[in-house]
């Protein structure tokens, strides 16, 4: 729901992150704490939120101190609370976050094309041509420039689609502050 340019949005964070908010009135993400939650797999991570900062501080300046966005949803059903890890209700400025598809969002995690049926298409035959069969070479290997550079180039989608049904919203921020915290 948006009402006086501010929208619902919903996340769950640590609870250090909500003991910092108290403490300091604001959160900032940091880049060292991709690495220990994913561990393994950061690097993909590292690939996407690489590529969502870099454009997403064209659309919203990023602050100094933040090295990575805060994920929010507009349906709460997508900020699954866990234990130590309570979700929160927001009340977000629009012009503080910056509003997407979470399944685009999801394609770009998983290192994925985006682009019309049609596009994907042409996309996954030229891959096939050339004997690629796992999508994570293009990005895991510096084998195929071209192909990871047109996957990569893909992905602006995210900024420039149209916004779905609001249940599939998902909103970032560069940073929590208290006074957005509504529950």
């Known amino acids: 729901m948006q009402e006086n340019n501010y929208i619902t949005m919903w996340t769950a964070q640590a609870d250090r992150v909500w003991d910092t908010i108290e403490r300091d009135g604001v959160y900032f993400v940091k880049r060292e704490y991709v690495a220990q939650k994913y561990q393994d797999i950061s690097w993909i991570f590292n690939t996407a939120y690489r590529f969502f900062c870099q454009h997403a501080s064209q659309i919203i300046p990023r602050p100094e101190n933040a ?21 929160k209700k927001l009340e977000i400025p629009v012009d503080e976050m910056i ?3 979470l399944r685009t969002w999801s394609k770009i995690l998983n290192m994925d094309y985006v682009g019309s049926d049609k596009e994907t298409e042409l996309f996954y035959a030229q891959c096939k041509k050339l004997g690629i069969s796992d999508m994570l070479d293009i990005t895991r290997t510096n084998f195929y420039p071209l192909q990871k550079k047109q996957l990569q180039t893909s992905w602006k989608h995210l900024f420039s ?3 779905p049904e609001e249940l599939y919203w998902q909103g970032a921020v ?10």
Not at 67 to 87: I, M, T
Request: glycine letters at 2%; proline letters at 11%; a negative charge.
């Open 99 to 101: 509003l997407f598809d």
């Open 174 to 183: 560069w940073m929590l502050k208290k006074e957005w915290i509504v529950i």
């Open 67 to 87: 090295e990575s966005p805060v994920w929010l949803y507009h349906d709460q059903k997508w900020a699954v609370p866990s234990d130590g890890f309570p979700r």
């Open 161 to 163: 689609d149209p916004l």
